[in-house]
């Protein structure tokens, strides 16, 4: 059976970490960013829903351990997540980059230790960011917590469970867009708790897209896959005046009607593998690189500065594309045991390892 590769979710995917890292680059850059780009966040979650139940439902019914299952995720996210952190590592110890956040080494130490074991971690100096060491992994966390309930509570994740976990989140988002004006939150030990709202809603429908598309009650939205991919960027790039509604209309309605459009489309390959390989190191490597960035460039004009960091994104991509190639995915294949697949069972395109 030929292998569904779902190349335009592959290629929104790395659309979306571009655009995320703009967003995080924003001191470096000017204005010259994706305003709504933390948005990218919740379609990653929204993508990584449809894409495990995709690739895990059938196995796991079937009986396949929870322990295999997590080692798998495990395996998928550690290696590039570990990188990030011995970059932040090298810039604090090499460059000194630690005075820009008045920490000290023990605080460092305490922050190791947590975050090198992917867990949350205590303020460090002036940072409070729960991953004060590689600070978007608070989202790698919180999908392999998603991982684990998904795994842990299959049997219980019916159409109707799905459809309260998305309620459920969807009120809570609602509440704190209201009291906060933002759902950009998550990141930090005073907001942490906005990200399980996040990620409960988001991969929540995502799962629950993936078994209507399999069960063929999605919609025929007929939209080429750049259309789609050109959309998603322009909605975050997007600096709204109020933000709170716009940010709940992309999150509740046009990305699911995004990735509704994308499972049918498609994109010329090329430009799908090279987008979905970046991805994923782009989006562990790229805060601790510019952290190292605005150490070396910092005191420059603003000017020239941006022009650094534009060199120094394309490098970062290119860069990406290779680390993808030639250790992450070799690290994978090693560590990850193949298994037979299940009668009947779709093969398993390259987007399942998301």
Known sequence: ???????????????????????????????????????????????????????????????????????????????MYILGVCVTLCGIFLLHSQDRMGASLSEIGVAFLCNGLMLPSFPMGQSYAVFPLNSPAWTLYLELICNLLYALLHRFTGPRNLLLSMALSAAALTTVALVFGTINLGFSSYNFF????????????????????????????????????????????YQPVTKAPFELLCVFLLFPLAIIAAVRSSVHTGISDILGSISYPLYALHMPVLAIILVLFGGGSPSALAFTALICLLALLLACWALDRWIDRPIRVRWSKPSPRLPGEPAIGPLSVA
């Open 194 to 237: 906005v990200g399980f709202f996040r990620v409960g809603f988001s991969f929540s429908t995502g799962v629950l897209l993936c078994r209507a598309y399999r069960a063929n009650l999605l919609p025929r939205l007929r939209v080429p896959g750049v259309m789609i991919i050109l959309l998603c960027l322009a909605f975050l790039l």
């Open 1 to 79: 059976m030929v292998a569904q590769t779902f190349s335009t979710l592959n290629a929104l995917r790395g659309a979306a970490a571009i655009a995320v890292a703009t967003t995080h680059w924003r001191s470096a850059f000017g204005p010259y960013y994706a305003h709504s780009g933390y948005l990218a966040v919740d379609l990653f979650f929204l993508i990584s829903g449809f894409v495990i139940a995709y690739s895990y439902d059938a196995r796991l019914s079937s009986g396949w351990s929870l322990t295999h299952f997590l080692r798998l995720r495990f395996v998928r996210f550690y290696p």
